[in-house]
């Protein structure tokens, strides 16, 4: 299969591109500088470039690209970037694809994230839910909604709302994670609020098996969902370390303001679609999770 992929330096695309082509698919990277490999195409979202010629002979686009969002605090000019980062490049790839050979069968993975549901404490939280009513859930709905010339044109859209990714460095537990090891962890707020999360390599299979997969539409990228403070002690329990050290949500708000949202708020998202596709994780649950985060962060 010829496949596209933007955002490929992030954390995901990092660990998907060489999967990929151990996978014998043949993969380029849009890249936003002249190029300099055969495996590179150029392109600029901000100016609303990308050579027509590039998509025509690609089975797949998988479009991993935008801001990271709980790099910097948010304050007006960060918001604003974070979601044009996401709609430029979106709409940038749709209108590519729809414009591309329509003999062609096409799809068009797209990032997205379960912060499409808001804060909805214990519900579960299927694909079929409604999007919440929070600033993040609001930037998801319009980033979805990027993908709809691809959509109109035939194209099989599939949106990867991924959830808190486990890896032993980078990600969300970029910031937490040394603090498990130096015994310093412990529940954020309450500890109550459900994560929904995924390991590395179980976000990079299910991309893989969504390539083959006649889905379409949200598809939560999420195992099994745990408390927070499960999530932690889970962790820490891998490390052998305690895990009583907990950070107030006052604490969080001030340090890390609107983003704080996302931490402390809940998301119960299940992988229905998954499930009923016949995938399976690797770390199911969030003991063989942080059993796999040690084993690999002492490679």
Avoid: C
């Avoid at 609303?48 to 910097?72: K, S, Y």
């Avoid at 549901?117 to 519900?123: A, E, K, S």
Wanted: aromatic share 6%; charged share 20%.
């Amino acid at each position: 299969m010829r496949i596209v992929v933007a955002g490929s330096h992030g954390l995901i695309g990092s660990a998907l591109l060489p999967a990929l082509r151990d996978g014998g698919h043949d993969v380029a990277r849009l890249v936003r500088r002249p190029p300099t490999r055969p495996d590179e195409i150029g392109w600029d979202p901000d100016l609303g470039q990308l050579d027509p010629a590039a998509l025509d002979d690609v089975d797949a686009v998988i479009n991993l690209a935008g801001a990271n969002v709980g790099e910097r605090p948010l304050t007006p000019e960060r918001k604003r970037l974070v979601l044009t980062s996401r709609l430029r490049t979106t709409s940038l790839l749709s209108r590519g694809l729809a414009a591309a050979d329509p003999a062609r069968p096409r799809m068009l993975l797209q990032g997205s994230a379960i912060g499409a549901y808001g804060d909805r404490d214990d519900d579960l939280l299927p694909e079929t839910e409604p999007y919440g009513s929070t600033y993040f859930a609001d930037v998801v709905r319009q980033w979805e909604a990027a993908t709809a010339p691809a959509e109109q044109a035939g194209v099989r859209v599939v949106h990867l709302r991924t959830g808190v990714v486990l890896a032993p460095s980078g990600g969300a537990l970029g910031r937490l994670l040394p603090l498990i090891r130096a015994g310093l962890g412990g529940r954020l707020g309450s500890g109550r609020q459900f994560w929904s999360w995924i390991t590395l390599p179980d976000e990079v299979r299910a991309i893989e098996h969504l390539l083959g997969s006649s889905v379409h539409g949200p598809v939560n990228l999420v195992a099994e969902p745990a408390r927070n403070a499960e999530v932690v002690h889970a962790l820490a329990e891998a490390f052998g370390r305690p895990a009583r050290v907990a950070v107030p949500s006052f604490a969080l708000r001030l340090v890390l303001g609107d983003f704080s949202s996302e931490i402390l708020g809940s998301v119960r998202a299940v992988p229905t679609v998954l499930t009923a596709d016949a995938f399976r994780f690797a770390h199911p649950d969030i003991s063989t999770a942080a059993a796999w985060v040690k084993a690999s962060s002492t490679r």
